[in-house]
């Protein structure tokens, strides 16, 4: 890297009276400045005089931290309360500043606590973009930001730059290593920790894993030469253990360019094997707690990693959560996978405080997601051991983010009263509607119980309902309750002793507080001011969609709605033999209700042909049958094909509703089960019309089926 000044550079003297000059410059409208310059050239210096002689603007240094940190941060030195709400994200908290603030953003390309990381540009999408867009018209905000490439910020995002002169140069390109240059060699595999401080043992390691084996003594050895103090520091942990580290982090991002990206992927591999393993010492625990999914995101094995429940366990939320960033961006994530689970814990907005509570959240999520969750569950706690939690989920009945099939619809029935009582059988659970009983649970286990009558006795409980600022007495507008926090979709609890029910949007659980964990203080709300960068996969087609049977159609609609008509009563007209087989063999549902689509008058007349051209089919000679009404029109079936019709009379101009009968009717069924079931968070829409599309792609493309998506054109679609 050169060191050479081009004309753009100007000196860190200049600099400062250009800022603080823009700062002051007498304007109505908001601006913002792109600080740049190579490290070392005092951009952060830069910003922390702007903040000396502006002594209320909003600073904060985005060095090693999330997105979501820095997010805080700027909403902290704001003075804006966002945090105490679950409604609003950063977006709201741009909304709320009025006062012409100076908001300055330092080492915004250090964000994060990884190295393979998306925090900096998350940083700049998602915060600084956030500010930039959505801030009030006519606020007069002065927003200085540090970035590597200020000129290209400025292209980007508009505003003006400054770029520093001089600065670090980076390092040597040394040569290709041999046998007895050992720094060389020593510096790249060190570039390739994901944690800026490194034991000494995992430098070891990570020579090894780049291929070649460096003892920790001669590693301890040239932290003595003067050469290498020219790149590295050398500093103790608590434990008064050696860790190194270099002196300038552009060094390591400047060799991690250097590297062939195969072999840096077979070195982060190696050391995910090395430093997963159960007996690895004590440095390599404390390293890999802190850098160990970051391995794993870099080796392109993060799924992989996540089925580890032991090392799972071990790594901090912090650097998961940032890991799963990297590792999917840009790539969905596979539906039903672990990742899958991560990516809506992210969208619910779980924002832990503390290991232990992320255990307990991870915990209650998965014993929401089916028998493979539960097991995942057992796993966990396993791992942990027991008192790692501070509280930790005994079951769980109702339905997860994404732990659904389409075999049948969906329940997620609203708990409106959520009761403990004491019973000769021990102590139960009873969660209703306004109007109907959901379920009776057995406290401790979970196994179902047969309602209580209301001459059961009610323990000493406490109730309370999750409102804007946490848990608060059932019924009352404000005040206090002993429980921990949840996310949002917890919306009340009844707590007896350790022992708390609690009712979601998902359904009903019970918890325990571990009483010999370590119980911490934890303010504010579950919730994210940053959501998560990561996308779901489309879900695969199912199955049966593709041969749908019987049995599939009367588990959303019952059997009393699905007719089959034998082969012996079919009209003579209907010639098309795959017509007429699913006809007798699958049947048809009389169903009406949805989608503006009334079938029922197949259950009593039957297959009734339409005598003479129809509609705009007139002149097309087939005999038809009908099949009832959608959307204003007469459905019809052509018994020369099979093919599903609409007459016209409605305005629409393409008559195709469905290829064949079995195509529509699995477009039907796939449609009244996202219709029909009850959802909480996932956006099963995008899955249903690419579902569709698969199913039929000619008539999905019709202006039938594309209205079928457009709340507001159904009478029976709110």
């Known amino acids: 890297m050169s060191t050479t000044p081009n004309p753009d550079e100007v000196p860190a003297e200049l600099a400062m009276n250009r800022a603080l000059r823009w700062i002051d410059r007498p304007r109505d409208a908001s601006a913002w400045l792109w600080i740049g310059g190579r490290a070392g050239s005092g951009r952060t210096?830069?910003?922390?005089?702007?903040?000396?002689?502006?002594?209320?603007?909003?600073?904060?240094?985005?060095?090693?931290?999330?997105?979501?940190?820095?997010?805080?941060?700027?909403?902290?030195?704001?003075?804006?309360?966002a945090t105490d709400t679950f409604k609003g994200n950063f977006a709201a908290v741009a909304r709320q500043i009025t006062d012409d603030p100076v908001v300055v953003l330092a080492n915004t390309q250090r964000a994060g606590r990884l190295r393979t990381s998306r925090e900096p540009e998350r940083v700049l999408g998602q915060v600084v973009r956030v500010l930039v867009k959505n801030h009030r018209r006519g606020l007069r905000m002065r927003l200085l930001v540090e970035v590597d490439d200020a000129p290209g910020c400025a292209a980007e995002l508009g505003g003006r730059h400054l770029t520093l002169q001089g600065g670090f140069g980076g390092v040597p390109d040394f040569p290709e290593p041999e046998e007895e240059a050992?720094?060389?060699f020593a510096l790249h595999a060190l570039a390739l920790a994901e944690h800026r401080f490194v034991p000494l043992p995992v430098w070891s390691l990570l020579c090894a894993a780049l291929g070649r084996n460096i003892p920790e003594r001669r590693l301890e050895a040239l932290l003595g030469d003067s050469a290498a103090g020219d790149w590295l520091r050398r500093s103790d942990d608590e434990a008064g253990a050696t860790l190194v580290s270099f002196r300038q982090e552009a060094v390591a991002r400047r060799l991690r360019?250097?590297?062939?990206?195969?072999?840096?992927?077979?070195?982060?591999a190696r050391a995910l094997t090395a430093l997963s393993a159960t007996d690895a010492s004590e440095a390599m625990r404390w390293y890999a707690g802190r850098a160990l999914a970051g391995h794993a995101a870099a080796a392109g094995r993060f799924a992989e990693f996540l089925a580890d429940t032991a090392a799972v366990v071990r790594v901090g939320h912090e650097s998961l959560l940032e890991a799963f960033e990297a590792a999917f961006h840009g790539r969905p994530i596979p539906q039903g996978s672990a990742a899958a689970h991560l990516h809506y814990l992210a969208r619910r907005g779980v924002q832990p405080s503390s290991q232990g509570e992320w255990l307990a959240l991870l915990h209650l999520s998965l014993m929401y997601a089916g028998p493979t969750g539960e097991a995942a569950a057992g796993r966990l706690l396993s791992a942990a051991g027991p008192a790692a939690l501070p509280w930790h989920t005994l079951w769980a009945d109702g339905v997860g983010a994404g732990a659904f099939g389409t075999d049948t619809l969906v329940r997620r029935p609203v708990v409106r009263t959520l009761q403990i009582v004491h019973t000769p059988a021990g102590d139960l659970v009873t969660a209703r509607t306004r109007h109907d009983h959901i379920g009776t649970w057995d406290l401790a286990t979970g196994a179902p119980r047969a309602e209580p009558d209301e001459a059961a006795n009610a323990p000493d409980t406490t109730h309370a309902d999750q409102g804007p600022r946490g848990w608060r007495p059932a019924g009352a507008a404000d005040g206090e309750v002993d429980m921990p926090r949840m996310p949002e979709y917890i919306r009340r609890g009844v707590r007896s002793g350790s022992r708390i029910a609690l009712a979601s949007t998902d359904g009903v659980c019970a918890v325990e507080i571990n009483q010999g964990a370590a119980q911490e203080a934890t303010p504010g709300l579950l919730k994210h001011l940053v959501g998560t960068g990561t996308r779901l996969a489309p879900a695969d087609l199912p199955a049966a969609a593709l041969d749908p049977t019987t049995d599939w159609l009367t588990s959303v609609w019952g059997p009393a709605a699905v007719k089959r008509f034998p082969q012996s009563s079919l009209p003579p007209g209907i010639s098309d033999t795959g017509t007429r087989a699913f006809l007798s063999a699958v049947g048809i549902p009389c169903v009406t209700g949805f989608l503006e689509l009334d079938t029922t008058e197949l259950e009593g007349a039957g297959l009734r042909p339409v005598a003479g051209p129809v509609g705009k089919l007139a002149g097309r000679k087939a005999p038809y049958f009908s099949l009832g009404r959608w959307q204003g029109a007469r459905l019809l079936l052509d018994g020369h094909d099979g093919s599903v019709l609409q007459d016209g009379s409605s305005g629409i101009d393409d008559s195709l509703a469905g290829s064949s009968l079995g195509q529509f009717v699995a477009m039907v069924r796939l449609y009244y089960w996202w219709f029909a079931s009850d959802w909480s968070v996932e956006d099963t829409e995008t899955d249903v019309r690419h579902w569709l599309s698969q199913i039929d792609p000619d008539a999905f493309q019709t202006q039938c089926w594309q209205r079928a998506f457009e709340d507001y054109n159904f009478d029976d679609r709110v």
């Open 45 to 81: 210096a830069l910003l922390r005089e702007v903040v000396a002689r502006h002594p209320a603007a909003a600073h904060v240094d985005c060095a090693e931290r999330s997105a979501e940190e820095v997010a805080r941060g700027v909403t902290t030195a704001l003075g804006i309360a």
């Open 182 to 184: 050992v720094l060389p």
């Open 257 to 268: 360019t250097v590297i062939r990206a195969e072999e840096a992927r077979s070195c982060h």
